[in-house]
């Protein structure tokens, strides 16, 4: 089964500095799809970042980007220039089309801005 | 972009009472949907997966016969918790795949928070 690990329970960043949350996972497949979501204290899942397994290139998103490392199974999130709105719970998914087409998620980081 | 509505946002409801939770998808069709519950600073869990006119497929663990779901059709899902007990209170969130984008995509509801006394 497929598993993703988030291993920073929390974290905080200083705002307008850079923070990188960190995710691996376990599979077997060649083909998939990685998501960073981030949940605000409204609760609502927003999604952040996508990123094609099959494509070498790092997904980028204006200030949040990823480090995919296919062979080492690991799949960061960069956030630049960290705003107050940043503060949220991000969850680390994992989903692939051979395999029950659910999304797993991470356990999450809570991530804190401070000013 | 895709927007999925939950109804209702809040309830609360005695013990022994059945609930149920609406799922939409407002400008999409959606032929599959997903059930989740998310307890207070824990991960979303897949409770069951949702589509159109079949029978949901439920996870491990999860009671079928207590959590009722229903797709009757291309944009809306239910979700009816029956005989509610205290530890059925969570924040439950449905999500819905637009299959005309692409199938690895979920679209989030903002969450229904079930409060049973």
């Known amino acids: 089964a497929q598993t993703v690990t988030q291993s920073q329970p929390e974290m905080s960043v200083q705002e307008a500095e850079t923070v990188t949350l960190s995710c691996t996972y376990d599979?077997?497949?060649?083909?998939?799809?990685l998501f960073w979501y981030k949940q605000p204290p409204s609760r609502q899942m927003i999604l952040v970042i996508r990123?094609?397994?099959?494509?070498?290139q790092n997904a980028t998103e204006n200030r949040f980007s990823v480090n995919f490392q296919k062979a080492a199974k690991s799949f960061s999130l960069k956030i630049s220039d960290s705003q107050l709105g940043d503060a949220a719970m991000y969850f680390c998914a994992y989903y692939s089309d051979r395999t029950a087409s659910k999304l797993t998620f991470g356990t999450g980081t809570r991530l804190q801005v401070t000013l | 972009g895709a927007v999925v509505s939950q109804h209702p946002s809040r309830v609360i409801c005695k013990s022994g009472t059945s609930v149920k939770i609406e799922c939409r998808s407002l400008d999409f069709q959606a032929t599959t949907m997903f059930w989740y519950r998310q307890f207070p600073k824990k991960s979303l869990m897949l409770m069951a997966t949702?589509?159109?006119?079949?029978?949901?497929?439920?996870e491990q663990g999860v009671e079928k016969d207590k959590f009722l779901i229903n797709h009757a059709s291309l944009t809306l899902s239910t979700l009816t918790v029956t005989s509610a007990h205290p530890e059925d209170s969570s924040f439950y969130i449905c999500?819905?795949?637009?299959?005309?984008?692409?199938?690895?995509?979920?679209?989030f509801g903002p969450g229904t928070r079930l409060t049973v006394l």
């Open positions: 599979t077997s497949e060649s083909d998939y799809y």
């Open positions: 999500s819905a795949r637009d299959p005309s984008v692409r199938t690895d995509t979920q679209y």
């Open positions: 990123q094609e397994a099959y494509k070498q």
């Open positions: 949702s589509n159109e006119g079949s029978k949901a497929t439920y």
